[in-house]
């Protein structure tokens, strides 16, 4: 089975551009969860969405949004990129029984000049 | 808001021996303590969750313990390895939002041979 996938896995921005993410879940899985890991820290958590809607959301300014499609597909949007922006961004599913642990995907590195 | 510590930034042990690895919190006490693994420009990967009335889960040379009273985790690899070399990051889960969890910072450990 496919694991979670990102697209893309590196992009370099210029400040006050704005940048699409993109995030396919584990099959079966309708929980996506968006997070920014700056070098040296933990994750931190941006978004949850689950069936489409938003049940949760980090201390991240209205420049982050986020949606789901009906495939359970994900975008993370940031517009007015700012330097601090630049990060690892992470998504993850969780499946719907068991344990609520979560799977990563591989990551999108932001890099905003 | 919640915070997490873990105990140092790195810990650096001699294979074979056992590494221990400690995650403080403060405020409410989580539903569920999670630990991941990542690895240098990759995402995490689940390795261990412990329910809040659970005291200790193993998995292979893996343990985990959970004092609530303490508000402390332990995480243990014994019979440490080189493939061991990694970043362990504890996360909490309050378990009432679904996929929302709670970072630290996560302690990068090395086994030298």
């Known amino acids: 089975d496919a694991g979670v996938t990102q697209s893309p896995t590196h992009l370099i921005k210029t400040r006050g551009q704005q940048v699409t993410l993109r995030c396919s879940p584990i099959?079966?899985?309708?929980?996506v969860s968006w997070y920014q890991q700056v070098l040296g820290q933990g994750p931190q958590f941006i978004f949850q969405?689950?069936?489409?809607?938003?049940?949760g959301r980090g201390n991240f300014p209205d420049r982050f949004s986020a949606r789901q499609f009906p495939n359970y597909s994900s975008e993370l949007n940031v517009n007015a990129l700012l330097l601090g922006d630049s990060a690892l961004y992470l998504c993850?599913?969780?499946?719907?029984?068991?344990?609520?642990?979560?799977?990563f995907g591989p990551g999108t590195r932001l890099t905003v000049t | 808001s919640q915070k997490i510590e873990q105990n140092s930034e790195a810990l650096n042990i001699q294979e074979g021996k056992t590494a221990t690895l400690t995650c403080n919190y403060t405020?409410?006490?989580?539903?569920?303590l999670q630990w991941y693994r990542q690895d240098p420009g990759r995402g995490p990967v689940f390795l261990l969750l412990?329910?809040?009335?659970?005291k200790e889960k193993r998995k292979e040379r893996l343990k985990v313990t959970f004092d609530t009273t303490l508000k402390q985790s332990l995480f243990h690899i014994t019979a440490s390895q080189p493939a061991d070399s990694a970043t362990y990051l504890c996360?909490?889960?309050?378990?009432?939002?679904?996929?929302?969890?709670?970072f630290g910072r996560g302690t990068q450990l090395t086994v030298w041979p």
């Open positions: 405020n409410y006490s989580p539903a569920y």
């Open positions: 993850a599913s969780t499946s719907p029984t068991g344990n609520y642990e979560q799977y």
């Open positions: 969405y689950y069936e489409k809607e938003e049940r």
């Open positions: 099959s079966g899985h309708k929980s």
């Open positions: 996360a909490l889960d309050r378990g009432s939002t679904l996929g929302r969890l709670y």
């Open positions: 412990i329910r809040e009335n659970e």
